[in-house]
């Protein structure tokens, strides 16, 4: 994997030691930190400077590019280059057991979850032993009614939300997923991605296996049902056995709920209580905000958690190597308000902000944010800074991610359907614009120069997160390497290809020092290449299709993969001794 090539003249002052105050969030200052207990309190007195390049031409001119849809006689666009410039996560899950409106509780957690995934939802319930299931493509608001709810009845529950791309099967792939076998019915919810996943579908279809989905978590009900442990959770021990990449799942029987995280801890997953004792599983903290669940803890990199009558019993599921925890829930995917990997989400971007400021100052009138993501970390710079901060970009939120544009092209459409700036804010002004990352740059350029049209004297780009250079594997959609602008371009190039007056992004060392001593519990494989578990089989490239579940199945893309290269030594060493040491607690 190519990293991105040098950083140009590097101008950013010499950084000085900074405190950063990152006290826990009022309503989590029980939060307990058994892995990751990555609360930084000052940044070390030395930092390498940021990639950061100067130049005076402040305009490059970019071709705007939009994809039309496949029917051809009607002007409908997506917002693919506009607003789909980011990595995106593949969704969100959450568990209920123990209240008597768990379905209705699902549902609103699955709203505090809806930034996780907008295109598909569904929720599994049981009553008399048997598992109920409404899903359905579109927002949960969408999905979901006082009568559809109504059906749902029973003290337990899980939920899905999830991101997809549109396709023919969609419905059929939308989760939870409900199966029956020899023993009775399972549901399974997932956040993640199995890096293997082709080998073990391939494998299961040899002995007979049928699938209905092209959704790599049924391969998990497969595996379940062709299992011979007993209790029914060591079936989900033998399936994870099998299993390599991120997983947090969730899943219902007729009388328990099951928590999974995989070795690593990739993608998040925390526990908490209501206070009728009813148990709660969810993707982040702020579901568990919004039902008035208090957070205990997080589901361990490598545990079960079986939930029943007899109270919350943990499993070791398998040795555990050191985490590995997705650096981007805490850049771009979760809300500000929720607590993940123990740390809170706000308090992290916030700092991400003061480092650029510190390591990349320029001489500015205004700091804006591209919102929303690029907002907390604006504050941060600004108050380093001590410039103001203002809302120069307003967000329109009334804008689906198809539209019809109109017959005389317009310059920028798609941005200028969401993003408006406001000429008071950015007439005459040098102008810092902070966003929390950089993918292709198509939206950046088009940002530049919306600003610049509106009357901004210079614009500065600030990135509060490193270049981009390594497709994701672990259950975020990004495009190949070869799309990545960081992975083709030098922060100069990129500079000119934006049209910005200037362009710095956090550097990866200013990143992992401000972790401290847990910097090795994150993955950084988006901005260094270096993979935790190595994609076996298949990886992406140019132009690949993502199989995320939800359009077409895995044949109709196998031109479009070239075969991944695994060295044995190290395949070796990744073959983990599973244990199954059972542990009770109250």
Same mark, same amino acid.
Request: glycine share 8%.
């Given at each position: ?58 305009i ?62 569904g ?11 409404i ?6 608001s ?15 529950a ?14 059929k ?22 890096v ?11 002995s ?119 650096i981007?829930?805490?850049i ?40 929303d ?29 198809t539209?019809i ?15 408006? &700036? $406001? ?5 005459? !002004? /040098? @102008?810092?614009?902070?966003? =929390?990352?950089?993918?292709? %740059?198509? *939206? ?68 992992k ?10 993955c ?7 993979? &935790? $578990? ?5 990886? !992406? /490239? @140019?132009?690949?299709?993502? =199989?995320?579940?939800?359009? %077409?199945? *895995? ?32």
């Amino acid at each position: 994997m190519a990293a991105a090539a040098s950083t140009g003249t590097a101008t950013a002052a010499a950084a000085q030691s900074t405190v950063v105050k990152l006290s826990s969030l009022s309503s989590h200052r029980h939060l307990t930190k058994p892995f990751n207990s990555f609360v930084p309190k000052i940044l070390p007195e030395s930092h390498k400077p940021l990639h950061v390049t100067l130049s005076k031409n402040p305009i490059s001119e970019v071709i705007s590019s939009y994809k039309a849809s496949k029917n051809p006689e009607n002007n409908f666009l997506t917002l693919e280059d506009d607003d789909d410039d980011k990595p995106r996560e593949e969704c969100g899950v959450v568990g209920i057991y123990g209240d008597p409106e768990a379905s209705r509780l699902c549902y609103l957690a699955l709203h505090a979850l809806q930034h996780r995934g907008q295109e598909g939802a569904g929720i599994v319930a049981v009553q008399d032993n048997v598992l109920q299931s409404i899903t359905g493509v579109g927002l949960v608001s969408d999905v979901f009614n006082e009568s559809k709810l109504d059906q749902l009845h029973g003290d337990m529950a899980i939920g899905h939300v999830r991101y997809s791309t549109a396709g023919s099967s969609m419905l059929k792939n939308v989760q939870p997923f409900v199966a029956g076998y020899k023993f009775g019915s399972v549901g399974v919810a997932h956040n993640g991605n199995l890096v293997n996943y082709q080998v073990l579908r391939a494998e299961l279809e040899e002995s007979g296996s049928i699938f209905n989905t092209s959704s790599d978590t049924e391969v998990v009900l497969h595996l379940i049902a062709i299992s011979k442990a007993r209790p029914f959770f060591l079936r989900i021990v033998e399936a994870c056995n099998k299993l390599e990449g991120a997983y947090s799942m969730v899943f219902l029987t007729e009388d328990k709920l099951v928590a999974v995280r995989d070795p690593f801890g990739f993608r998040p997953l925390v526990m908490g209580r209501r206070s009728n004792g009813a148990v709660v599983f969810a993707s982040e903290t702020c579901a568990l905000d919004l039902i008035e669940a208090t957070y205990e803890r997080e589901v361990y990199p490598g545990e079960v958690l079986v939930v029943d009558k007899e109270g919350v019993r943990s499993l070791c599921l398998m040795s555990h190597p050191e985490p590995k925890s997705c650096i981007f829930e805490h850049i771009y995917f979760a809300l500000p308000n929720s607590v993940v990997f123990g740390r809170s989400v706000y308090e992290s971007r916030h700092a991400y902000g003061e480092i650029l400021a510190t390591e990349a100052p320029v001489d500015c009138d205004v700091v804006i944010a591209v919102p929303d993501s690029g907002v907390v970390a604006a504050l941060g710079y600004a108050a380093k800074a001590g410039v103001a901060f203002q809302q120069g970009l307003i967000r329109s939120h009334y804008v689906g991610r198809t539209f019809i544009e109109p017959s005389q092209k317009i310059r920028d459409f798609g941005v200028k359907l969401k993003l408006s &700036p $406001v000429r008071a804010v950015l007439e005459g !002004k /040098r @102008v810092v614009v902070v966003d =929390d990352s950089m993918v292709r %740059g198509t *939206t950046s350029s088009k940002i530049v120069r919306l600003i610049k049209e509106a009357g901004a004297k210079e614009v500065h780009m600030r990135i509060a997160s490193p270049p981009i250079i390594g497709s994701c594997y672990y259950g975020v959609d990004t495009p190949s390497a070869e799309e990545l602008i960081s992975n083709r371009m030098s922060v100069e190039e990129i500079r000119e290809f934006i049209g910005s007056d200037s362009l710095a992004f956090l550097s990866i060392n200013s990143l992992k020092k401000l972790l401290g001593n847990d910097s090795p519990n994150f993955c950084y494989a988006c901005f260094s290449g270096k993979y &935790p $578990v190595e994609p076996r089989g298949k990886v !992406k /490239r @140019v132009g690949d299709f993502l =199989d995320d579940g939800l359009s %077409g199945n *895995t044949q109709s893309i196998d031109g479009g993969w070239v075969q991944g290269i695994r060295n044995p030594k190290e395949a070796s060493d990744k073959n983990l001794n599973w244990k199954q040491e059972i542990n009770f607690s109250a």
